[in-house]
């Protein structure tokens, strides 16, 4: 009993010792777990307060650009642009010299390349002594009014006989020119006789060699006697004889008709000689009859003088106009483009062989979609972003709208009405004008550029 009395205490003790382990183990598992949850929670929290912050500052923002693109059109289709001015020659010529470079700076009226002057030199002095020519004649022509004037002079008689032997001369002329007409066609006649005996012998001649062609082969047979064999030799050259006979007498039927011919030139010529005559003799003898009129046609053919002259300087200033074209010189202030000169070279009128660029007056043609033009207006502020210059900013206004769209200027521009039919929204031409700084020097044509429009409420 003792014994078991003593061991009691023991073992209460060492049971008490083990459900305070157990105990702690139990609260060392359960500290970790909790620590753990408080964690994950911390953590949420953290999560969505930056989910907040960022769905606040999303929708700032989405407001602002919403905001901004509802009275904002924007399109990257832009582009730079400006006029070019190409040079090309009024005249063709040989370039002697030039005196520009590629991308050089020039000057309006700088002088650019030379052509060669020498024809247009000679053009000019060419001209200048026919208005010398002109002047003697305008002077020439108003000394004989001043003699008019003073001395008339009555030839009537003179001028009728010369008339009437102009006459005769005449009727004469044209008797001998019907016979020179009469012998022609007689000529005629034999030519086309001596023609058709040509043709008859040339057949002749080709009967008689066809017939010595046969005999000759007759002969080599032994079918035909040596006697045939002549006959037909001497009938081929008897008809060879015959056919230059009737050759040379072609030959000298056509000489005389040429011949005829010639001579009845001369004579309608020695026809239009008197007739020229008599037309001659007629205007004397009015001139003598109307004496009172030869200062009048005196004072007309001053008029008709003075004309020429006139005429004459005209072609003089035309050929000092283009000798002043073989100098080549920039019509505007720009910079030196495409250049395609080189001396030695011919080139033609109207070929372009430079281009001046101007430095300023560019602007901007941005092709926006059709429908972004319901509330675009001439006037508009528009901001420019170049992309050689992203760190820049451009000011511009629009100035004026196509009246049609890019497609409808084409080459080949769009058939709607053959039934293949697909929508695309199609883009019209904006043109903006750039504010008038220094920095628009910098902008060159053909840059892309991004532009923005700010479109009125």
């Not at 003799?281 to 046609?297: D, E, T």
Request: hydrophobic share 45%; charged share 25%.
């Amino acid at each position: 009993m003792a014994d078991d009395t003593d061991n009691t205490p023991s073992q209460n003790t060492d049971a008490g010792a083990a459900s305070a382990l157990k105990n702690d183990v139990a609260s060392a598992e359960t500290l970790p777990t909790e620590l753990s949850s408080s964690r994950r929670n911390y953590t949420k929290l953290i999560l969505l307060g930056l989910l907040i912050i960022a769905l606040i500052i999303g929708v700032h923002y989405g407001w602002q650009l919403w905001q901004f693109y509802r009275t904002h059109e924007s399109t990257d289709d832009a582009y730079v642009v400006g006029d070019i001015t190409p040079i090309s020659a009024r005249i063709a010529g040989t370039v002697v010299a030039v005196l520009v470079k590629e991308n050089q700076s020039v000057e309006a009226g700088q002088l650019l390349a030379h052509l060669d002057p020498g024809d247009f030199e000679a053009r000019v002095r060419q001209a200048e002594a026919a208005v010398a020519i002109a002047s003697a004649r305008v002077r020439q022509a108003e000394l004989q009014v001043a003699q008019e004037q003073d001395t008339s002079i009555s030839d009537t008689d003179r001028t009728s006989a010369t008339l009437r032997a102009a006459r005769s001369a005449l009727q004469e002329t044209r008797h001998v020119t019907d016979e020179a007409r009469a012998r022609l066609r007689t000529l005629e006649t034999a030519v086309a006789v001596a023609q058709a005996e040509v043709d008859a012998q040339d057949a002749h001649l080709s009967m008689a060699r066809t017939g010595f062609e046969r005999a000759q082969d007759l002969f080599a047979d032994g079918v035909v006697a040596q006697q045939q064999f002549d006959d037909a030799r001497s009938l081929l050259d008897a008809a060879q004889a015959e056919r230059r006979a009737a050759a040379q007498k072609l030959t000298q039927a056509q000489r005389e008709i040429e011949s005829a011919r010639a001579d009845l030139r001369t004579k309608i010529q020695a026809v239009e000689r008197a007739r020229a005559q008599e037309a001659e003799a007629q205007a004397l003898l009015a001139g003598s009859q109307a004496k009172g009129q030869n200062v009048v046609i005196q004072q007309a053919q001053v008029e008709v003088e003075r004309a020429l002259l006139k005429q004459k300087e005209a072609d003089l200033a035309y050929a000092q106009l283009q000798l002043s074209y073989t100098a080549l010189r920039a019509p505007a202030t720009g910079v030196v483009a495409r250049k395609n000169l080189e001396v030695g070279q011919v080139i033609q009128v109207g070929r372009p062989v430079l281009a001046i660029v101007p430095q300023q007056d560019v602007w901007v043609v941005a092709n926006f979609k059709e429908t972004q033009l319901h509330r675009m207006r001439p006037g508009q502020s528009v901001t420019l972003k170049v992309d050689a210059y992203p760190g820049e900013k451009f000011k511009g206004t629009v100035e004026s709208l196509s009246p049609g769209t890019g497609s409808i200027f084409s080459l080949l521009p769009p058939e709607n009405a053959t039934g293949n039919f697909v929508k695309v929204v199609q883009r019209v031409p904006v043109k903006i004008v750039l504010e008038k700084t220094a920095s628009e020097s910098v902008l060159r044509r053909g840059m892309s550029v991004v532009a923005t429009v700010a479109m009125q409420e």
